[in-house]
């Protein structure tokens, strides 16, 4: 089936700074997209999301930019702290199908 | 907020037994849930689409046989695992889709399964 990738499986960040997590989406069928936030053990936390008459959209302190384009989805997040260290996911929908499929994931960590 | 309630959070299982696992949507109704399962290091994977009151839907490469989803009512959906084997270690997981903000789906805190 159609599979939702990522460019790269882990980043570090210093504490303070901005971190872009990227993801790449290969169903140009696909008009809704969202980012999940995964702590060990735990199930994803919604982060934001954006449908595909959008190519922008922001939240506290994130923001989710997408290209259609290219197919492109990365999530943006302003000052990182330490608790934003955990696993990052992107999901992709569409409107004729109820499911969501997620990307491979991204491991953030951050530097003191 | 929507919350969705998995139990149990962990269960160890000898080989050749089965083991069932609850998702509730305690404060929504849902027609739809869904169930992912997710090796270490690894995202999740969609396993099937419960549909309440009628059969689920399985993604490719799924056993509907194996792994046993019924969705009774529209507050409760389980997944049973059949004659449950070490490879079938993993963390289950469930979604709810409520339809509304937060991206329309809740998520349930998953279950730890490890067959020994």
């Known amino acids: 089936g159609e599979n939702v990738g990522l460019h790269l499986p882990t980043l570090s960040v210093q504490e303070g700074d901005n971190s872009i997590i990227n993801c790449a989406y290969s169903n140009s069928a696909s008009d809704y997209f969202i980012w999940y936030k995964q702590e060990s053990g735990k199930g994803p936390q919604f982060i934001i999301d954006?449908?595909?008459?959008?190519d922008k959209r922001q939240g506290q302190r994130v923001t989710v930019l997408l290209n259609k384009t290219v197919k492109h989805l990365s999530l943006q997040i302003a000052a990182t702290q330490p608790g934003d260290s955990a696993v990052y996911f992107c999901a992709e929908g569409y409107s004729s199908a109820s499911k969501i499929i997620f990307g491979s994931g991204t491991r953030l960590s951050i530097r003191p | 907020g929507a919350v969705v309630s998995q139990h149990p959070s962990r269960v160890i299982c000898k080989s050749g037994t089965s083991v069932k696992i609850e998702c509730r949507s305690l404060d929504f109704q849902a027609t739809t849930m869904f169930w992912y399962r997710q090796f270490p290091k690894q995202s999740l994977m969609l396993m099937a689409t419960s549909n309440e009151g009628s059969k689920a839907t399985y993604e490719q490469g799924v056993e509907k046989d194996k792994f046993l989803i019924n969705h009774a009512s529209l507050t409760l959906s389980t997944l049973t695992v059949t004659s449950a084997h070490p490879e079938d270690s993993s963390f289950y997981i469930c979604?709810?889709?409520?339809?509304?903000?937060?991206?329309?789906?809740?998520f349930g805190s998953g279950t730890r399964l490890t067959v020994v």
């Open positions: 954006i449908r595909s008459n959008m």
């Open positions: 979604s709810a889709r409520e339809g509304k903000g937060r991206g329309g789906y809740t």
